[in-house]
């Protein structure tokens, strides 16, 4: 099965063909307008779609080194995202699937953020078994997820309020990085004291995550000591950068060790664009190696929006006969 994979949710235009599950080429067209902002303009985001999305597709099915005609299946980011930029994908998609008359499967965005870790360089990569944990961390969404099957996914808990990728993002932004601040928060942390500094950490039930008192916190913490000394962000950048990650990783793993020992799974996965965090991929690593449990950690270019594993995903529904009707509308937030 060769599958045309298409995400378009937010601000990176991204195309990919694989066959059944092996990568014949993943194309992605960042959107570098958003820079001077602070954050994606959603109406500049769907613009650069729109400009971005034949080239992109076009260098897909080239680098791939097939024909259109070779194309079995279309796969689409259907949700959720943002409105306009999801209605470029969604309505190329339908056009290229009418013209060339193969079937549409519609994905659910961070169902292909999970199944990310099924996109294969050959058939030798080794791929998590079923039932999995997958720790879901981006800038809109930090979940676990119980993964039974490739289209089988319980959320068990989820943020009720700002995402990890969002804390490192605003938290960055208040120390005058630039956008998106995560990486930036992560190589400064390499760098600085993760004890230096306590904030608040969440006592939230069950699986669910909040951030939004840590940024608060962080907030207050910067506000305080600013009074005293202009300077203090400057000179305390890294140990600020170092002891706000340690505060996040933490927060993550209590949860994420709660769902291993009530589910008993021995295999976890990390996704999303945060699972590119340094710490954060030694902290998951260093955790399941002491407790004999199988790690995943995703190769860095497949932690953010990719069209690569939006197409595996595409691959396991169509295998399921599921497809989509031509008139199926986007979603920016139900989920499917
Ligand atoms: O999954 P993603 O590309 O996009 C969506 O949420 O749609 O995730 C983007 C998020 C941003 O918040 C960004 O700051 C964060 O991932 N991020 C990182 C790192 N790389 C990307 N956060 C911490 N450390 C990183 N190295």
Same mark, same amino acid.
């Given at each position: 099965?060769?599958?045309?994979?298409?995400?378009?949710?937010?601000?990176?235009?991204?195309?990919?063909?694989?066959?059944?599950?092996?990568l014949m080429s993943n194309v992605i067209a960042s959107q570098k307008v958003h820079e001077a902002y602070g954050g994606v303009v959603p109406e500049l985001a769907s613009r650069a779609h729109q400009q971005n999305i034949?080239?992109?597709?076009?260098?897909?099915?080239?680098?791939?080194?097939?024909?259109?005609?070779?194309?079995?299946?279309? &796969? =689409?980011?259907?949700?959720?995202?943002?409105? #306009?930029?999801?209605?470029? %994908?969604?309505?190329?998609?339908?056009? +290229? !699937?009418?013209?060339?008359?193969?079937?549409?499967?519609?994905?659910?965005?961070?169902?292909?953020?999970?199944?990310?870790?099924?996109?294969?360089?050959?058939?030798?990569?080794?791929?998590?078994?079923?039932?999995?944990?997958?720790?879901?961390?981006?800038?809109?969404?930090?979940?676990?997820?119980?993964?039974?099957?490739?289209?089988?996914?319980?959320?068990?808990?989820?943020?009720?309020?700002?995402?990890?990728?969002? &804390? =490192?993002?605003?938290?960055?932004?208040?120390? #005058?990085?630039?956008?998106? %601040?995560?990486?930036?928060?992560?190589? +400064? !942390?390499?760098?600085?004291?993760?004890?230096?500094?306590?904030?608040?950490?969440?006592?939230?039930?069950?699986?669910?995550?909040?951030?939004?008192?840590?940024?608060?916190?962080?907030?207050?913490?910067?506000?305080?000591?600013?009074?005293?000394?202009?300077?203090?962000?400057?000179?305390?950048?890294?140990?600020?950068?170092?002891?706000?990650?340690?505060?996040?990783?933490d927060t993550l793993m209590d949860k994420l060790d709660k769902a291993v020992k009530a589910t008993g799974i021995k295999t976890v996965a990390i996704s999303g664009g945060v699972s590119a965090n340094s710490g954060v991929?030694?902290?998951?690593?260093?955790?399941?190696?002491r407790r004999n449990i199988t790690a995943f950690i995703p190769k860095r270019s497949f932690t953010t929006d990719n069209a690569a594993m939006i197409a595996v995903a595409g691959y396991f529904k169509y295998l399921n006969?599921?497809?989509?009707?031509?008139?199926?509308?986007?979603?920016?937030?139900?989920?499917?």
């Amino acid at each position: 099965m060769i599958i045309l994979g298409i995400e378009s949710s937010c601000d990176d235009t991204s195309a990919a063909i694989v066959k059944d599950c092996i990568l014949m080429s993943n194309v992605i067209a960042s959107q570098k307008v958003h820079e001077a902002y602070g954050g994606v303009v959603p109406e500049l985001a769907s613009r650069a779609h729109q400009q971005n999305i034949v080239p992109v597709v076009s260098e897909a099915i080239r680098q791939a080194g097939i024909e259109k005609g070779d194309i079995d299946a279309i &796969a =689409f980011t259907r949700g959720p995202g943002l409105p #306009g930029s999801l209605h470029v %994908g969604t309505s190329f998609s339908k056009g +290229l !699937a009418l013209a060339l008359n193969v079937p549409l499967v519609d994905v659910n965005h961070l169902h292909g953020h999970v199944l990310a870790h099924f996109i294969k360089d050959d058939e030798n990569t080794v791929v998590p078994s079923f039932p999995f944990l997958c720790l879901l961390i981006s800038g809109g969404n930090s979940q676990i997820i119980k993964v039974q099957s490739p289209t089988d996914m319980e959320i068990m808990g989820q943020t009720i309020d700002d995402a990890a990728g969002e &804390a =490192f993002d605003k938290c960055a932004k208040v120390m #005058g990085l630039p956008y998106p %601040g995560g990486p930036y928060i992560d190589e +400064l !942390a390499q760098h600085g004291d993760p004890k230096r500094f306590k904030f608040s950490k969440p006592h939230i039930e069950g699986y669910n995550y909040s951030f939004s008192g840590l940024k608060t916190s962080f907030l207050y913490t910067l506000r305080d000591n600013i009074k005293l000394n202009p300077n203090f962000i400057e000179e305390n950048k890294a140990d600020l950068a170092a002891s706000l990650q340690h505060t996040i990783i933490d927060t993550l793993m209590d949860k994420l060790d709660k769902a291993v020992k009530a589910t008993g799974i021995k295999t976890v996965a990390i996704s999303g664009g945060v699972s590119a965090n340094s710490g954060v991929r030694a902290a998951v690593q260093h955790y399941c190696d002491r407790r004999n449990i199988t790690a995943f950690i995703p190769k860095r270019s497949f932690t953010t929006d990719n069209a690569a594993m939006i197409a595996v995903a595409g691959y396991f529904k169509y295998l399921n006969g599921d497809t989509c009707d031509i008139t199926a509308p986007p979603f920016a937030r139900v989920v499917i």
